[in-house]
């Protein structure tokens, strides 16, 4: 492993082993270098080259890492500090490899549709930490881009508090295969219509974001789109809204592939507030209509469920997960119980209609899993004797005039300690508004 160095100011003299002799191009710099060794970069450097395109020689076993920092004496950093930029006068700025890159600076300047690529190669494992990626060009079509867009290829990306700059409201981040971000934030610049473009290429990708400050962006912007390609799980939790935000968690068409999860997200201090958009409907957090006295997540609120026309049983649109530790009574039956109502019909849903799935360790000495529901089985749905799930005397706040209140419960018999946890399905097609209390209770 050996130390490349990078500045403006040096002999460009191989193998770039002090700041003397340091390499004064990043193509020169990453040239010189093989897999595992380090490139130090002068906080003071700033390439505006006419194009950028980069391939580090690390691999996923063997990265190269790319520090910022202050120069030391003769040779290396006495510290790694922010300011090193690479910029990309003209459309080409890539950055392929494996490679942990700290404190850098990227961007381009050109007016015309730029996209700044990221492992785009295949096997490509990144790590971006504490960097900034600025998008100052006007093109509506300007992107930032991690990961792999191409059919066969696979790709890793993770980002620690990056912060990130539109130059126009076309632009937006795109992120392909596995990607990860944590603590995102926003420089303010050109307000985006959309911040996040998922799988725009072609491949299905798993997308977490978790932090996400987006307080200096306009009021109007979707979170995150659909597009027409495979996605798979976008997910999203910790999210600082902007004031008065009137935009949307999810924009495009949604297909069967389609989930995103939004968690924990608002501009005030609440912590419950959720949305969840599936191809079967929406999932959100009501504080309208709650289960009297409830104090679940921290506030009066309930789940409503809210589907569109693209469900029937056996599918359904599932809400989120409601956990609860069971450490006693084990091997012995217990009843699992999630309060309901709907508005808009006094007529109860039978088992066909809404249930409960459940998961809970039911073999004694192994960590194994097991699974019940109190849907109706595939014979009593042939036979048209789906059972009418049974009233509550629970009492609601919020609800209408003409509503219903029912209850879901399903036996079982835990045989070891642990969580257990049960989420609420419904297969009603553009069904009157199901409001649940999220909480499961055993007794």
């Not at 629970?394 to 609800?399: Q, R």
């Amino acid at each position: 492993m050996a130390d490349i160095h990078l500045n403006t100011t040096g002999s460009n003299t191989a193998p770039y082993d002090t700041w003397a002799k340091a390499a004064t191009t990043l193509a020169t710099a990453v040239a010189g270098m093989a897999a595992g060794d380090n490139l130090l970069v002068d906080k003071a450097f700033t390439t505006s080259a006419a194009g950028l395109t980069i391939t580090f020689p690390g691999t996923p076993a063997n990265p190269n890492r790319v520090y910022s920092g202050t120069p030391a004496a003769g040779s290396g950093l006495s510290d790694v500090s922010a300011g090193a930029k690479f910029v990309s006068s003209t459309t080409a700025l890539s950055f392929n490899g494996s490679v942990h890159g700290f404190r850098l600076e990227f961007g381009g300047t050109s007016i015309s549709g730029t996209t700044a690529n990221f492992a785009t190669g295949n096997g490509n494992v990144q790590v971006w930490e504490d960097c900034y990626f600025n998008r100052p060009g006007t093109s509506a079509s300007g992107a930032i881009q991690f990961g792999a867009t191409a059919s066969n290829t696979q790709s890793q990306v993770q980002l620690v508090r990056p912060s990130f700059r539109f130059g126009a409201a076309g632009q937006n981040i795109r992120p392909h295969g596995l990607v990860e971000m944590f603590d995102v934030s926003f420089v303010s610049g050109t307000n985006p219509t959309v911040v996040f473009a998922p799988a725009t290429g072609g491949r299905g990708n798993t997308f977490r974001v978790m932090g996400l400050d987006l307080q200096n962006l306009g009021t109007t912007f979707a979170i995150c789109s659909v597009g027409t390609d495979q996605q798979g799980l976008c997910q999203f939790s910790d999210i600082r809204l902007p004031a008065s935000w009137t935009g949307t968690f999810s924009s495009g068409t949604l297909r069967p592939n389609h989930v995103h999860e939004f968690y924990a997200a608002d501009s005030a201090d609440t912590q419950h507030r959720f949305w969840i958009t599936r191809y079967e409907g929406n999932v959100f957090d009501d504080a309208a209509v709650y289960l009297t006295g409830s104090t679940t997540d921290g506030g009066t609120i309930s789940d409503s469920f809210s589907t569109g026309a693209n469900v029937a049983f056996p599918g359904s649109l599932k809400g989120r997960w409601y956990l609860t530790d069971v450490s006693t009574g084990l091997g012995s039956s217990k009843t699992a119980t999630i309060e309901c109502s709907m508005d808009g019909t006094s007529t109860i849903p039978t088992d066909a209609q809404v249930w409960m799935e459940l998961e809970f360790f039911g073999t004694s000495g192994v960590p194994l899993g097991s699974y019940a529901t109190d849907r109706c089985t595939p014979f009593e749905f042939l036979t048209n004797a789906a059972t009418t799930h049974s009233s509550s005397s629970e009492s609601w706040t919020g609800l209408g005039g003409t509503n219903c209140k029912f209850k879901l419960q399903r036996t079982f018999t835990p045989q070891e300690a642990g969580y257990i946890r049960a989420r609420v399905c419904i297969a009603m097609a553009s069904n009157a508004m199901l409001h649940v209390n999220p909480a499961v209770t055993v007794t």
